[in-house]
């Protein structure tokens, strides 16, 4: 499977990180259809290159903009001439909100999030010194408390319309404030897969996911007709992710849909059933040592994912059949002894990978290789080769 990556990167220094163009416009092509009339909006820490955003933004069709993910990275794509950028966590940060209000002034479109005053009144007292509006996207909480286990993330205090109420009412009585858009997003459907090594935890995760569609569909159409009734003119209503396109994609509120990790396709994407995706970025490792006739030493590798730390937040092999981890050493800091059965390999030799997550595998290298076919046909910048490291 690997045998045109051998050829195409030949000349390439290990470790190093790839890109498939061809798996990328596959997945380019998947997402378009998946999304169907809905806007996309690309969620750029997946993504982590310059490059490959600009690369997106020229192949897909239906693009409306950029979820970013703090204050410094959205000034610095603005920088760049990407514009409709959706901050997709709040930003307590003064001096970068007030540099990314200059760039509304100037007439570019960025857009705050918020679920808590403090968050309101910080932007208000900016906007006030700056005599600019500023436009905010209010965060609803869309987890599902099945009491007793909480199924999705800690994240927007918004969790109800009795807690939703208090807050429109407080925003009403800000000058400086603009409400434009709501997200609402799903984790538990989007971020977690029901195709888990262990089964019957997959059967467990199946059934939550189809309880919590019923509540998020209901609760989130109450939430946007809540909002709708103080600010009746919002431009957006933000949904989704790559776990959960076919699911959102349905949802007649939703205006636009955000997708990120699906360009890529990282191993944590393996696990959901309905997705197909192909295999679009990695790193390639040298084998350095031999010491058994079963087990190699790569040199590097030691690339977890964040959250919650488990066996799949490892790198996984792009060739699973072949390899597997020592389990009392797993992917090393600066060496990753492997385990091979059915390939012959010997020192000097690639073995490839894939990431668990996806734009995280661009914090570990300054460039991505692109392969299309057979070919090699250049690199990519990741943010780090551009100097950058925003969180």
Not at 18 to 24: G, R, V
Not at 67 to 73: I, K, L, N, V
Not at 82 to 87: G, K, M, Q, S
């Amino acid at each position: 499977m690997t045998t045109r990556f051998q050829q195409a990167f030949q000349g390439i220094e290990r470790p190093f990180a790839w890109l498939d163009l061809d798996a990328l416009d596959d997945n380019i092509a998947t997402v378009q259809q998946a999304c169907g009339q809905k806007k996309i909006r690309i969620a750029t820490k997946s993504i982590r290159s310059v490059e490959v955003l600009q690369y997106l933004q020229q192949h897909l069709s239906n693009i409306t903009g950029f979820m970013t993910f703090t204050a410094a990275e959205s000034i610095f794509l603005l920088q760049r001439n990407f514009d409709d950028v959706l901050l997709g966590y709040p930003v307590m940060e003064d001096m970068a909100v007030r540099q990314l209000l200059h760039y509304v002034k100037e007439g570019r479109t960025v857009t705050f999030m918020v679920d808590r005053c403090e968050q309101v009144a910080f932007l208000e007292k900016i906007g006030a010194e700056l005599d600019v509006k500023v436009s905010i996207c209010i965060d609803i909480n869309l987890s599902t408390d099945f009491k007793v286990l909480y199924f999705g993330t800690k994240r927007s205090s918004l969790d109800s319309l009795e807690s939703i109420t208090p807050f429109l009412t407080y925003i009403k009585q800000q000058s400086h404030i603009e409400v434009v858009g709501v997200m609402g997003y799903e984790a538990q459907i989007a971020g977690v897969g029901n195709r888990p090594a262990n089964a019957i935890k997959g059967r467990l995760i199946d059934f939550m996911q189809t309880q919590a569609k019923k509540q998020v569909t209901q609760f989130r159409r109450l939430a946007i007709a809540h909002v709708k009734a103080y600010f009746p003119r919002l431009r957006f209503v933000n949904g989704g992710g790559t776990g959960s396109m076919t699911y959102t994609v349905e949802q007649k509120e939703v205006t636009e849909m955000t997708v990120g990790s699906a360009f890529y396709a990282p191993a944590l994407f393996d696990q959901f059933a309905h997705l197909q995706l192909s295999k679009a970025a990695g790193f390639a490792l040298r084998i350095t040592r031999k010491p058994a006739p079963n087990i190699v030493v790569c040199h590097g590798g030691g690339y977890p994912a964040s959250g919650a730390m488990a066996n799949d937040r490892y790198p996984v092999f792009y060739e699973p059949t072949y390899f597997s981890f020592l389990r009392l050493e797993g992917a090393g800091e600066v060496q990753t002894p492997i385990k091979v059965k059915g390939k012959t390999l010997t020192i000097g030799d690639t073995i490839y990978f894939r990431h668990a997550k996806a734009g995280e595998l661009c914090e570990r290298f300054q460039t991505l290789h692109g392969i299309r076919q057979d070919e090699y046909v250049g690199s990519f910048a990741t943010y780090r080769g551009d100097g950058q490291c925003f969180l």
